[in-house]
């Protein structure tokens, strides 16, 4: 026996196997799932079974399957006209004045994908994807083009809803996103890379994914993670069940160090929390978020032997709550532990802030919680989240919370900083320019602030003078509060 039959089946025995490597997108957002009685201003096609197969089930091809999903993704393409200076000496602009030298534009074009889910033309896509784009092209799987136009976008879930003028497109059925189970085979459809329109399939790796992809928006994140390919060009395409139902939106993937290619690493928006931000859009041109009105941190094993109860207890304790907050009117209180939100398990801030920003306002949520040891269900009718800062009377617009250890690890900041962390700061906040989600303040007007209530009684009409801790740094920001 020669030596390379030696090696290979020495490498055969170790069960290794040597595979060519293989290059992610790097990608740069009440949201309520509505239920079957529910209105949506979008006729969507919903099938909310659960994906079911047999122990002996055995699949041989999956092409009548995906034949008609590739019918309802296409390819997204968009443009923005940019401006530049034209670069020439100053001395030449003295001479001749700005006007002989007018600003040079250019043309950056972008790719990327989306799901068609009704019949008359919307269409399902990734905010990132049609972000500032002047036009927008859409492309069929059968070859017709059709300009677009944007309906409406959400930055912090990173969905957006473009619309062509069509009838009788071909659509996808909407699954139910909240019944995956990790080991779901799926299938990733999309544009990658601009080759034209591809397959690939995977399993549901992991669902309710945090990663910090749209931190600094202050977004709301919990993907539905995959092994099937994504790349650029992806963005905004469909990611199915085995049923050909589609179940996510194809968002964003991890990548190496340095790297650009897939790792097997993919993210997805799940389903249930697109098509309700799509119903937003559609009906009223925005995105309205529930309330609850509390500010807490994830229960640590510290604070659980404190309140008497199993260091693995999990769950987020309250730890101030405004008087005239939907949570207090309700009978909620300061250290009360919730635990679960309508039957779904809270085990930490940020599983609490998206379950709560994932219902509409006014909505009426059970509210299971741990008091005295004892547990309690509470039911609350939620406030609308733009309202919340108006309620608290500090920064309109602006949301803060004290800076606890979930925070602190979500933000990246140092273990002996104290101060009130900025978690959203809505769009049209007359403060939106100069405070942004993941900011610290350390102090007003020369007094530290730990609390709401300090922000309350510190802040004054007029200019005020914050003490601001961001990206490693500290820095004086003033602000004008209207009188």
């Known amino acids: 026996m020669n030596t390379r039959k030696l090696v290979s089946l020495f490498l055969a025995l170790l069960g290794v196997a040597i595979m060519p490597a293989c290059g992610a997108e790097k990608t740069t957002a009440d949201p309520a799932r509505k239920t079957a009685g529910d209105h949506h201003p979008v006729a969507l096609k919903i099938d909310p079974s659960a994906l079911v197969a047999g122990p002996n089930a055995r699949a041989t091809s999956y092409a009548d399957i995906i034949e008609p999903v590739q019918s309802a993704v296409v390819s997204v393409y968009s443009s923005k006209t940019t401006k530049q200076r034209a670069q020439v000496p100053d001395i030449f602009r003295q001479l001749y004045g700005n006007n002989a030298f007018p600003d040079q534009e250019s043309v950056e074009r972008g790719l990327g994908s989306g799901v068609i889910v009704s019949a008359d033309g919307y269409i399902l896509t ?26 409406g976008t959400d930055p912090k879930t990173d969905v957006a809803v473009i619309k062509v003028d069509a009838t009788n497109l071909p659509i996808l059925t909407l699954a139910d ?14 544009n990658p890379l601009g080759v034209g329109q591809t397959v690939t399939m995977g399993i549901i790796s992991a669902t309710g994914r945090q990663v910090g992809i749209l931190a600094e928006q202050g977004g709301y994140e919990s993907f539905i993670q995959t092994d099937a390919a994504i790349n650029q060009g992806n963005s905004g395409g469909a990611l199915v069940d085995a049923q050909g139902r589609l179940v996510g939106i194809n968002s964003a993937i991890l990548s190496g160090r340095g ?78 532990v919730i635990t679960a939100i309508d039957g779904k398990a809270v085990n930490t801030m940020q599983d609490l802030r998206f379950l709560i920003a994932a219902k509409a306002p006014g909505s009426s949520v059970e509210v299971r919680l741990l008091r005295d040891d004892k547990e309690r269900v509470i039911r609350v009718s939620l406030g609308t989240l733009d309202a919340s800062v108006t309620d608290r009377n500090v920064l309109r617009g602006v949301t803060l919370e004290p800076l606890g250890d979930d925070n602190r690890q979500r933000f990246s900041a140092p273990r002996d900083l104290s101060g009130l962390v900025i978690t959203e700061v809505a769009d049209d906040s007359p403060f939106a320019r100069r405070l942004v989600p993941g900011m610290v303040i350390v102090a007003i007007n020369r007094q530290p602030v730990n609390s709401i209530d300090d922000a309350q009684s510190l802040l004054r009409p007029g200019m005020n003078l914050l003490v601001i801790f961001s990206r490693g740094q500290f820095s004086h920001v003033a602000i004008n509060i209207a009188k």
């Open 126 to 151: 990734n905010n990132h994807v049609v972000a500032e784009a002047d036009s927008l092209r859409v492309t069929l799987n059968d070859g017709r083009e059709f300009d677009a136009k944007v309906i």
């Open 177 to 190: 996103s909240d019944k995956l189970r990790v080991g779901d085979i799926v299938f990733a459809v999309g």
């Open 259 to 336: 790297g650009t290619g897939n790792i097997g690493i993919g993210f997805a928006i799940p389903v249930n929390l697109a098509s309700s931000v799509l119903a937003s859009l559609v009906d009223t041109g925005s995105v309205s978020r529930g309330y609850l009105g509390i500010t807490g941190e994830t229960l640590t094993p510290e604070l659980a032997e404190a309140l008497a109860m199993p260091k693995d207890q999990k769950g987020v304790i309250i730890t101030n709550l405004p008087k005239e907050s939907p949570a207090a009117k309700a009978g909620l209180a300061r250290s009360d």
